[in-house]
């Protein structure tokens, strides 16, 4: 049987780490992950409806289900859980949904239990220059904070695995820094919500990057016509020439 897909309506739920919630429905206790959030137009500015993935599908379960419209009446919150705390990470780049590396951060062979969980898109508290540079075309967030726009992205919950992934792809710390960040929650019909999330920045860059344009928002796609090169396609000489061409203090890379 599929795991069941219920809605809980809780009040200031905070998305820091892996959030796990305990609840009670038709007497039945289990706990649930969210992973998104819902368009409920029954919520209101105070309370936040959350879609929340039971980890117990069990036939006990389902057979309790009284409500298939906007989940059950008879649930309520009865604690808060926190499991082993988790990362939360906040893309903007090629890491996303429908862009290029998007496998990289959501790997297939991972066990579901692994997945990372969307939480919702965002965009900076800070303004930062997004832009797109070199002849391979890669997007970077330069960390120069106070400078560019609010860059609009997604917010993502994932295990320390997938943030290994992560900064093995950046080159943390050597080529991107992963910095902590305010990022706001967009969520429509309810109050500001502020999260602290990694994200990765370049540092120790070109001055001259500052005057490319700076984007809020990034797709390989867009209307700029600047189609990202995928790593696999590039020259490994020429990736090393280019970093220098960003940065102002690249590590040569060891022989062995």
Known sequence: MPNAVIFVR??????R????????????????RQFTSCSCSA??????????????????LSSQIPNQDYGFSSCRLV?????????????????????????????????????????GEGRTIQPFPLLIASKYNLPY???????GQRIRGEIWDVNDECLRRLDNLEKHPDYYIRRSVEIELSISDVPKEI???????????????????????????????????????RDVEN??????????????????
Request: proline share 8%.
């Open 195 to 233: 999260l602290v999330c990694w994200m990765y920045l370049l540092h120790d860059f070109h001055e001259n990057l500052l005057a490319l344009p700076h984007l809020e928002h990034y797709s390989s796609s867009g209307p700029h016509g600047l189609v990202y090169l995928p790593r696999e396609s």
């Open 239 to 256: 990736e090393e020439a280019i970093k220098r061409e960003v940065k102002k203090f690249v590590e040569k890379p060891t022989s062995s």
């Open 10 to 15: 809780l009040r200031q739920v905070h998305l």
């Open 43 to 60: 919520v209101q500015r105070s309370t936040r409806c959350i879609v929340a993935q039971c980890m117990r599908p069990d036939s006990v």
């Open 141 to 147: 967030a330069l960390d120069s904070p106070g400078t």
């Open 79 to 119: 604690g808060q859980d926190r499991g082993p705390r988790m990362p939360v990470v906040f893309v903007y780049g090629t890491l996303k949904r429908g862009e290029p590396n998007h496998h990289v951060l959501v790997d297939p062979t991972s066990t579901t239990e692994n997945q990372p969980v969307f939480i």
């Open 17 to 32: 780490g892996s959030l796990w919630l305990s609840a009670v429905c038709c007497a039945v206790p289990h706990k649930f």
